[in-house]
């Protein structure tokens, strides 16, 4: 039997103490993933765990491990996941299946993080916390639901006036359609805005996040959706596009 904390491999199966998976918590990987329970705070931690996944809010997964939570709801509902941190910086994913980071909803750091995901169905979700030897809480409330928003998808495209302007929106409740061409392979929630101009204009776009996120991604397109007729795209804090030309016509902004 493996001894968890005098650094020997009791067992002799060429692993000690935390490295040893019969040392290691079970919700250490999804297998064991934790049902949480609404309005119940879990006291938790990384410490014993391993490095079981990555996710899009944390690029450099350095001496941090992960463990795993679920979240199971009967109705369509909104649903607010809290952690807060007793030991420095977390990383949290809110995930549709569990350790696939494609499948994110929602992924934040901090001491205290807040994933709220509106409207969703009926269904079981996870959530992945990662830390350096983190001890956390986590707890989840329900409400709404409240409505997606209609230009999460194309054909609800929300129109911009072509004079110009500020219009805010909300990712929050959206999820992912598109994959703009400056964003690799990353997989983000999207919405969707429409711009006619009837003659020709130098337009500059701009798109940024509150809280703010170097992985801001906005791209211009003449049909909505379809990255072959991208004609631009910008990524960063501020994500900037400019086209000192723009002929009159349809244009589609993510």
């Known amino acids: 039997t493996e001894i968890c904390d005098d650094i020997r491999d009791n067992n002799c199966d060429t692993v000690a103490d935390f490295a040893d998976p019969a040392c290691r918590p079970a919700n250490d990987s999804c297998s064991g993933a934790m049902l949480l329970e609404e309005g119940v705070s879990v006291n938790a931690s990384t410490r014993g765990t391993v490095l079981d996944y990555t996710m899009p809010c944390n690029l450099y997964p350095y001496s941090v491990t992960d463990v795993a939570f679920s979240i199971t709801i009967t109705e ?8 807060t941190s007793r030991s420095g910086t977390i990383y949290a994913d809110f995930e549709r299946t569990c ?5 994110s909803m ?9 994933l709220r995901r509106n409207a969703l169905p009926p269904g079981t979700y996870y959530v992945i916390v990662q830390g350096g030897n983190a001890d956390f809480a986590i707890s989840y409330t329900t409400a709404g639901p409240t409505p997606i928003p209609p230009n999460d998808v194309c054909t609800g495209a929300t129109d911009v006036p072509a ?19 400056c964003a690799g392979s990353g997989a983000y929630p999207d919405v969707f805005y429409r711009l006619v101009l009837t003659e020709p ?5 701009t798109a940024a996040l509150t809280p703010t996120s170097y992985s801001t991604y906005v791209s211009l397109m003449t049909e909505c959706g379809d990255v072959r007729t991208e004609i631009a795209c910008g990524s960063g ?6 086209r000192n030309f723009l002929d009159a016509g349809t244009y589609y902004i993510a």
């Not at 369509?76 to 952690?83: F, G, K, S």
Request: glycine share 10%.
């Open 106 to 114: 929602r992924c934040l750091t901090g001491t205290t993080v807040q």
């Open 99 to 103: 350790g696939v980071s494609s499948s």
């Open 163 to 181: 004079a110009g302007g500020t219009i805010a929106g909300t990712l929050l409740d959206t999820s992912n359609h598109y994959v703009p061409s």
């Open 237 to 242: 804090y501020t994500a900037t596009i400019t």
């Open 201 to 205: 204009h130098k337009i500059t776009i």
């Open 76 to 83: 369509t509902l909104d649903v607010i996941v809290d952690i």
